[in-house]
């Protein structure tokens, strides 16, 4: 294909990119009214529970316990998803909860409960109503003995139910106290401490009730139920965490459900499992324009990101903000000549940090890095094949990874637990094209290409974390359409580089 040939077709695609984009862009803003930045409004989550089981041929009923109106939580726009299940929704046990039945089902199963849940503001906060609490704690003769011991022990230690309930949770969390053993059993769990913690507060004249729920954050894609203690002190009821004791509820605390039942039963069928997920909904505006997209657009909106799974839509804000960091790489690499090992090594380091912070994730990447290179050397000396070099090298990793988290534990530093989500390939092909450029070109060019490498993955960070720019590619994915047709643009570029400019100063008339 001649040159003018190839340039003209490159224009008429970037012309066709940007033409698509704007116009798509242009329908949601104006006719739509999607809006371009983020607008506080009342806050809001959209919830949703997803259980995926295997049926067997024969009839399945699965009950979801489904979260109710709370003093400080409004749950309405309940939608409930499933295929060829029937629904009934009805309340057992103070509980409010969707029962689904068939006749019978074969193979995977998917269903969905999605709600909206509004926080109050804290002047309309309602007053909680009282929880139902089991009127006998139902210890067999050998464990009322170990319960009343525990008891008596925690009461000594305490002057009031602020002080006795932590003392009785520390207990039951001590794993060399025999009371506690006997309770727990072998294998304790989360939720059967905060159990058998609501039985032995029951037993001791404070009737209590177990309350499970979720804490509301921005957006988590697995979220994990946790347990707090409703406690009768004489004059009302008073929460308490299940863990460790600590008084008050805290505000972002969504009550689910309230007893020892799990969130999901299910007869009927096997290999059950169950996943919340939760985003955070501010934006009022977006909220009216995709319910103006579901009247106006049906089947545009239907193949819109908006139509998935909330755990989904959590994927892909992370995923969509990929090509704004592979446009800052672009940028570095053919604009300004920064070097770097590998094309997109940066951008994946640059998605680990957002769990690892910046600067954490600086300190373990190089630190892994380096020991990874003494392991590489050391292995150079063996004169191992290529493939078995690589396997030995990422095995090396592994361990390497594993070893930093545990001293990390051991330490008390959190941070260092993140290591385990740098990209364990992506950190051997640094190490051994770090070593290479070493034995070939000198420490100095490693060293200069590994800087630019974080300097180039810090820099993706600090981007892809921008909150309008996560907005903006989330909310208008086809502004994407129009980094292609930059980059594609780019890709034509062959003048000097800012890098090159600075290196070939000494060769210009004036010195300058």
Do not use: C
Request: glycine share 8%.
């Amino acid at each position: 294909m001649r040159p003018d040939a190839s340039s003209r077709q490159l224009r008429n695609i970037v012309i066709l990119l940007v033409a698509v984009a704007i116009g798509v862009f242009a329908f949601k803003v104006l006719a739509l009214g999607f809006p371009l930045r983020v607008k506080p409004g009342a806050e809001s989550w959209d919830v949703e529970a997803k259980i995926v089981l295997a049926a067997r041929g024969q009839p399945v009923k699965v009950v979801l316990r489904l979260p109710s109106d709370s003093a400080a939580f409004v749950v309405h726009d309940e939608a409930f998803i499933s295929h060829n299940f029937g629904l009934t929704i009805n309340t057992s046990g103070g509980n409010r909860q969707a029962l689904w039945s068939v006749r019978k089902a074969s193979g995977q199963q998917i269903l969905y409960y999605r709600a909206v849940v509004r926080q109050l503001p804290i002047a309309a906060s309602r007053r909680e109503p009282a929880p139902s609490v089991p009127e006998q704690p139902g210890f067999s003769e050998a464990k009322l003995a170990a319960a009343q011991s525990l008891i008596k022990a925690a009461q000594a230690r305490s002057a009031d139910l602020e002080t006795f309930v932590p003392q009785l949770l520390r207990r039951l969390h001590d794993r060399q106290d025999g009371r506690a053993r006997v309770l727990l059993g072998s294998n304790p769990t989360a939720r059967k401490r905060a159990d058998i913690a609501a039985r032995l507060l029951t037993l001791a004249g404070h009737p209590t009730a177990i309350v499970h729920g979720l804490l509301l954050k921005q957006q988590e894609r697995d979220a994990a139920p946790v347990e707090w203690l409703r406690v009768q002190d004489g004059k009302g009821w008073q929460w308490f965490n299940a863990r460790s004791g600590a008084m008050g509820q805290p505000r972002n605390f969504l009550p689910w459900w309230s007893g020892a039942d799990p969130l999901v039963t299910v007869s009927g069928a096997g290999r059950v499992k169950t996943s919340l997920a939760l985003i955070r909904t501010e934006e009022t505006a977006l909220g009216g324009a995709t319910e103006r997209g579901r009247r106006i657009a049906p089947r545009l909106f239907a193949l819109s990101l908006f139509s998935l799974p909330i755990d989904m839509q959590l994927v892909y804000r992370v995923i969509l903000v990929v090509p704004i960091g592979v446009f800052v790489l672009v940028l570095l690499r053919n604009l300004v000549g920064l070097k770097t090992f590998g094309t997109f090594m940066p951008v994946l380091i640059a998605l680990a940090f957002r769990q690892t912070e910046l600067v954490w994730g600086l300190v373990l990447f190089s630190v892994l890095v380096a020991l990874g290179l003494l392991a590489r050397f050391y292995l150079e000396r063996l004169k191992l094949l290529l493939v078995p070099r690589l396997a030995a090298v990422l095995i090396i990793v592994v361990l390497l990874m594993a070893a930093m988290s545990v001293v990390s534990h051991l330490w008390g530093l959190p941070q260092g637990l993140s290591v385990a989500l740098f990209p364990m390939v992506i950190l051997t092909m640094t190490i051994e094209r770090m070593s290479i450029v070493w034995e070939e070109r000198g420490a100095g060019e490693a060293i200069q290409e590994g800087a630019g490498s974080l300097a180039a993955a810090s820099l993706a960070y600090l981007v892809m974390n921008l909150p309008w720019l996560q907005h903006l590619v989330f909310v208008f994915p086809e502004l994407l359409l129009l980094v292609l047709a930059a980059v594609m643009l780019m890709g034509r570029y062959s003048g000097y580089r800012l890098s090159e400019l600075y290196r070939f100063k000494a060769l210009s008339k004036d010195g300058r």
